[in-house]
T-cell receptor, first 112, second 116 residues
Framework: DAGVTQSPTHLIKTRGQQVTLRCSPK?????VSWYQQALGQGPQFIFQ???????QRGNFPDRFSGHQFPNYSSELNVNALLLGDSALYLC???????????FGEGSWLTVV | AQTVTQSQPEMSVQEAETVTLSCTYD???????LFWYKQPPSRQMILVIR??????QNATENRFSVNFQKAAKSFSLKISDSQLGDAAMYFC?????????????FGAGTILRVKS
């Protein structure tokens, strides 16, 4: 049974560009959350998707947007990239409001 | 807003000995969950242990146990018989319940080094 899978693993972008990160939740999970983890810090909640709608959002600008597809997979989009967006982006999935949350290995984004 | 504080940036322990990682949190809620996650170099977050706030009994998972002090808003993790594989970054996390959905609020983490 595959866990949470994320792609790409690593990528490098230039300031001002746009990036799309992808996440496939664990089989049977319908809720996907995204977190940003800067180097040496704890993860910060970006937003959560359930039934293709954004259910909750953290303190991130509108440059950060997302989408959830009917198969529950999700995308995180970041526009107008800044150097400060360089971080590990973690995807987490769960079944509804369950406290059992599974994380992927993350996508490393470097903005130069 | 809920906050989680881990005051120990780094800890070291000798193999087979016991170490305690500290965590405090701030919340006005009465019902919530607390977690300890382990993040090895692979970067995948692994759940170590979970505590429900309404339970007075401290959670235990094999060599891992917590000391949950609700009034003091303290949630420490004790690792007994430390092993080399325990070396990792450890995060304390609070599960916040929004009106719709939920999110985890993480502390800044504690690096645990295990010496052989």
């Amino acid at each position: 049974d595959a866990g949470v899978t994320q792609s790409p693993t690593h990528l490098i972008k230039t300031r001002g560009q746009q990036v799309t990160l992808r996440c496939s939740p664990k089989s049977g999970h319908d809720t996907v959350s995204w977190y940003q983890q800067a180097l040496g810090q704890g993860p910060q909640f970006i937003f959560q998707y359930y039934e293709e709608e954004e259910r909750q959002r953290g303190n991130f600008p509108d440059r950060f947007s997302g989408h959830q597809f009917p198969n529950y997979s999700s995308e995180l989009n970041v526009n107008a990239l800044l150097l400060g967006d360089s971080a590990l982006y973690l995807c987490a999935s769960s079944l509804g409001n369950s406290y059992t949350i599974y994380f992927g290995e993350g996508s490393w984004l470097t903005v130069v | 807003a809920q906050t989680v504080t881990q005051s120990q940036p780094e800890m070291s322990v000798q193999e087979a000995e016991t170490v305690t990682l500290s965590c405090t949190y701030d919340t006005s809620e009465s019902d919530y969950y607390l977690f300890w996650y382990k993040q090895p170099p692979s970067r995948q977050m692994i759940l170590v242990i979970r505590q429900e706030a309404y339970k007075q009994q401290n959670a235990t998972e094999n060599r891992f146990s917590v000391n949950f002090q609700k009034a003091a808003k303290s949630f420490s993790l004790k690792i007994s018989d430390s092993q080399l594989g325990d070396a990792a970054m450890y995060f304390c996390a609070y599960r916040s319940e929004g009106e719709y959905g939920n999110k985890l609020v993480f502390g800044a983490g504690t690096i645990l080094r295990v010496k052989s």
